[in-house]
C-alpha cells in the first residue's frame, strides 16, 4: 500500500510527463479559418457539448455560435469535435488530431488519418471493382475494414470467414446456410481483421437490411397485418424488428389530435401553476397558442410544456386516446403473440414524441380565434393567413435519439442466459408518415444474437443503470438502417435491438407513440422506467387516472374493462 502523501507526489509526477491539451477554443478557431486542412464534407463536422438537463448533445460547427456571438453554450462546456464518427478532439479521451496535443500519438493526426483512409478506399475499390458498394469504418486506433453491400434478393445476407463467424454463432447450420448464400449471391469469403472496430458484431456478419415494400415501391418498409402470424414471426425473428399495420387513419387523426391538445392544455396547466407564485408572468399565459401542424410559426418553445426535452413534453402521455391505442385489440393481440400467447401483460404508460420540421419553414400569422371547447383554431373570416418568414431554417429543433438500449444490456443478456427473463419487446406507432427526410427509427438488424458477445467485449460502467447509450464514435453507428413507417404502422423490435433516432430534415413535423408490453411479473415492471406500475406512482398526485380511466372510448376496437385494469396493473390476473 502506498501512502497517500508518497501517492500524491507519484500523481503529480506523471501529471507533469504529459504534454497540455489544446482548448476547444483552439480547435473550433482552427476548423473555422485553417483552410489548409484537408477535411472532406466539413458540413459533417460535429460539435458534441454538455447540456447541464439533456446530458450530451449534438450540433453541426456551421450551426454552432460561440457565446460572443449571441450562442448559449461556452466553450468550456464542448466536449469533442468529430467528423463522422471520427473525434478530431476530446477533452476527456486528450485527443487531439489537429494540433498533437494531449496523448496523441503520431498515427492518430489528421493528416496521417486521412492518408490511412485514402489508400484503404483505393484498396477496396480494387478489390472489389463494381461488385458493391464499400462500407469503410475507423476506430481511434485508425484500424479499418471493409463490408461489401451486395444488394440481392435475400436482402443483403453476406458470407464472412466460416473461422471468425465459427467463435461467435453457436449454430454451425446456420453458419453453413449462410455461406452458401454467399457463395450464391457471387461473394467471396475473406480474411477479416483479428479485432473488429464493432467490437464483436460485424467482424462475423454484415447485418440484414430489413426489406422495403417493392410492391408499393413508396420508399416505406414491408408491413403485415397483425393477424398474419406466420409471415411476420420469422420475420421478427431474423431481423429482431417488425412492422405491423394496427391504426386506421381516423385512428390516427385522432391520436394526433389529442397529442396536440395535451401539449396546450399542460402548457396552459404549467404556466397558472408558476402565475399562482409569480403573477409577473401572466402574459406568458395569454400568448400560449395551440400547435397548429400548417403553421410552423406556433411551433416555438413557448408552446410545449417541455422544449428542452426531445419529446417536447414533461411527462407521459395522459390523454384518454393515448389509452386508448394503449387498449387496442390490434395492439395487445401483437405483444400477446409475442409473448407466446401470454395474455397476463402490462402496458407501459410512455411519452407521445414530437419531432419538429427544421427546413424550408413557412411561417405564418394566422387570423385564426382558438375556440375554448375544442382548443382548435378555426378562422371566422374565411380569410387565408398571412405569411410572415418563407424557407425558414431552424437547426436547433432538430433533434434525435443517439443509439441506445432501453435496458442495460449487460443485465438484459445475463438475465436472458440464466432464464430469469424471456425475450421482452417495445413498440413505436407512427401517427403520421415517416419519410427518410421527417426523421425515422433506426435499428441494427439482426444484432440481438451478438448481444451476449458485445457484452463480454465491454466492461459494464454502470450495473444499476436502466438503459445504456453507445458511444457517438462506436463505427457500428454506421450499419443502422432507417425505418420508414406509414401513418398508423408499429415498428416492434426486441429489447437488444440497438436503436435509434434520425434528425428531422424536412418540413413536416413526425409524431409518435411509444408503446411496449411486459409479462405482469415484478421483475420486468421495476426495472422499467414507464411501467405503468411506476409511472401511476409517481403521478398519483398530480393524474386522477380513475378520471381518465373512464374518457377513453368503449369501442370495439379496445378490450374490455376488466382488461384494461389488468394491463395498468390496478387489477391483478
Not at 438537463?53 to 450562442?71: A, C, D, F, M
Not at 443503470?465 to 457500428?476: E, M, Q, V, Y
Not at 426495472?527 to 386522477?544: P, T
Amino acid at each position: 500500500i502506498i501512502p497517500k502523501a508518497e501517492n500524491r507526489k507519484m500523481s503529480e509526477m506523471d501529471t507533469t510527463k504529459r504534454k497540455g491539451l489544446r482548448s476547444s477554443l483552439d480547435v473550433y478557431n482552427r476548423l473555422i479559418w485553417d483552410k489548409t486542412l484537408s477535411i472532406p464534407e466539413p458540413e459533417k463536422i460535429k460539435v458534441g457539448y454538455n447540456d447541464n438537463r439533456l446530458g450530451t448533445q449534438e450540433v453541426g460547427l456551421e450551426q454552432w455560435k460561440p457565446v460572443s456571438q449571441g450562442g448559449d453554450v461556452p466553450f468550456h462546456h464542448v466536449i469533442y469535435f468529430k467528423w463522422k464518427n471520427i473525434y478530431l478532439w476530446h477533452r476527456e479521451k486528450r485527443l487531439d488530431r489537429l494540433f498533437g496535443s494531449g496523448d496523441t500519438t503520431e498515427p492518430e493526426l489528421w493528416q496521417n488519418v486521412i492518408r490511412k483512409r485514402e489508400k484503404a478506399s483505393n484498396r477496396v475499390q480494387q478489390d472489389n471493382g463494381n461488385k458493391g458498394q464499400a462500407m469503410k469504418n475507423l476506430e481511434d486506433n485508425e484500424m479499418s475494414m471493409n463490408v461489401n453491400d451486395n444488394n440481392n434478393n435475400n436482402n443483403n445476407n453476406v458470407a464472412t470467414n466460416q473461422k471468425t463467424r465459427s467463435s461467435l454463432a453457436p449454430n454451425q447450420q446456420q453458419e453453413k446456410e449462410e455461406e452458401e448464400e454467399g457463395k450464391k449471391s457471387g461473394m467471396a469469403t475473406k480474411e477479416r481483421p483479428e479485432q473488429a472496430i464493432t467490437g464483436g458484431w460485424s467482424d462475423t456478419k454484415q447485418f440484414p437490411r430489413y426489406p422495403e415494400d417493392t410492391e408499393k415501391n413508396d420508399g416505406f418498409m414491408q408491413s403485415f397485418e397483425v393477424e398474419d402470424t406466420k409471415t411476420w414471426l420469422p420475420i421478427l425473428k431474423k431481423y429482431g424488428l417488425v412492422v405491423l399495420r394496427v391504426l386506421s387513419p381516423q385512428e390516427c387523426q385522432q391520436s394526433i389530435n389529442a397529442l396536440l391538445d395535451e401539449a396546450y392544455t399542460r402548457k396552459v396547466e404549467i404556466l397558472k401553476q408558476q402565475c399562482a407564485k409569480d403573477p409577473s408572468i401572466v402574459n406568458q399565459l395569454k400568448e400560449v397558442r395551440r400547435v397548429d401542424l400548417e403553421n410552423p410559426a406556433t411551433w416555438k418553445k413557448e408552446n410545449f410544456p417541455n422544449p428542452n426535452w426531445v419529446f417536447l413534453f414533461d411527462r407521459p402521455a395522459f390523454h384518454p386516446i393515448a389509452f386508448r391505442n394503449r387498449f387496442h385489440v390490434k395492439v395487445y393481440a401483437v405483444f400477446k403473440t409475442l409473448y407466446g400467447g401470454d395474455a397476463n401483460l402490462n402496458v407501459s404508460i410512455d411519452n407521445w414524441g414530437i419531432y419538429r420540421g427544421t427546413k424550408d419553414l413557412t411561417f405564418k400569422e394566422s387570423l385564426s380565434k382558438s375556440n375554448a371547447n375544442t382548443n382548435a383554431n378555426t378562422n371566422i373570416s374565411g380569410e387565408k393567413d398571412r405569411i410572415l418568414q418563407s424557407g425558414v431554417q431552424r437547426p436547433d429543433w432538430r433533434k434525435s435519439l443517439n443509439p441506445h438500449w432501453d435496458i442495460n444490456p449487460w443485465t438484459y443478456s445475463e438475465m436472458l442466459e440464466c432464464g430469469h427473463y424471456v425475450p421482452i419487446y417495445q413498440g413505436a406507432i407512427a401517427l403520421s408518415c415517416h419519410r427518410l427526410q421527417d426523421g425515422v427509427h433506426l435499428t441494427l438488424p439482426g444484432c440481438t444474437p451478438f448481444l451476449k458477445r458485445w457484452c463480454e467485449m465491454h466492461p459494464c460502467p454502470n450495473s444499476k443503470a436502466f438503459r445504456h447509450n453507445l458511444d457517438l464514435d462506436n463505427p457500428i453507428a454506421d450499419f443502422l438502417q432507417p425505418i420508414p413507417l406509414r401513418a398508423g404502422e408499429m415498428v416492434v423490435w426486441d429489447y437488444g435491438q440497438l436503436h435509434g433516432t434520425s434528425a428531422n430534415q424536412s418540413n413536416r413535423m413526425r409524431l409518435v407513440q411509444y408503446i411496449r408490453m411486459f409479462p405482469s411479473q415484478q421483475k420486468y415492471s421495476k426495472r422499467d422506467h414507464y411501467s405503468c406500475q411506476n409511472i401511476l406512482l409517481k403521478y398519483k398526485r398530480d393524474v386522477n387516472i380513475d378520471h381518465i380511466l373512464q374518457q377513453v372510448p368503449l369501442a370495439d376496437n379496445c378490450v374490455d374493462q376488466d382488461t384494461r385494469l389488468k394491463l395498468l396493473g390496478l387489477k391483478k390476473w
